[in-house]
């Protein structure tokens, strides 16, 4: 078995495709969005939803932008907490 450093460097790792969401709203929340985007396609011309749908897509951009730069400080933030918890260790553990 790898270890979880080799996996990652290997691209084995890869939580952007990995994660999804618990929560039981994500799936009803989804739904309400396809429903929505439906009804805009039926009362905007294709052109207006061509234009909506790019405005979309920006957002979902940004969304995921977002996402990854908190994943990172998330990451960062908890090696600092374990580094931090590693360190006094000495002071919690006496020779």
């Given at each position: ?56 897509d920006?957002?979902s ?35």
């Amino acid at each position: 078995m790898r270890s979880i450093l080799e996996a990652l460097y290997c691209g084995d790792i890869r939580p952007v495709e990995t994660i999804v969401p618990t929560d039981p709203e994500y799936r009803a929340l989804n739904r309400q969005i396809s429903e929505a985007i439906k009804t805009w396609e039926k009362k905007l011309s294709a052109t207006e939803f061509n234009q909506l749908e790019e405005l979309l897509d920006l957002r979902s951009k940004s969304g995921s932008m977002y996402a990854e730069v908190s994943f990172i400080h998330g990451f960062q933030l908890g090696a600092l907490m374990m580094t931090e918890v590693y360190t006094a260790r000495d002071e919690l553990v006496s020779s």
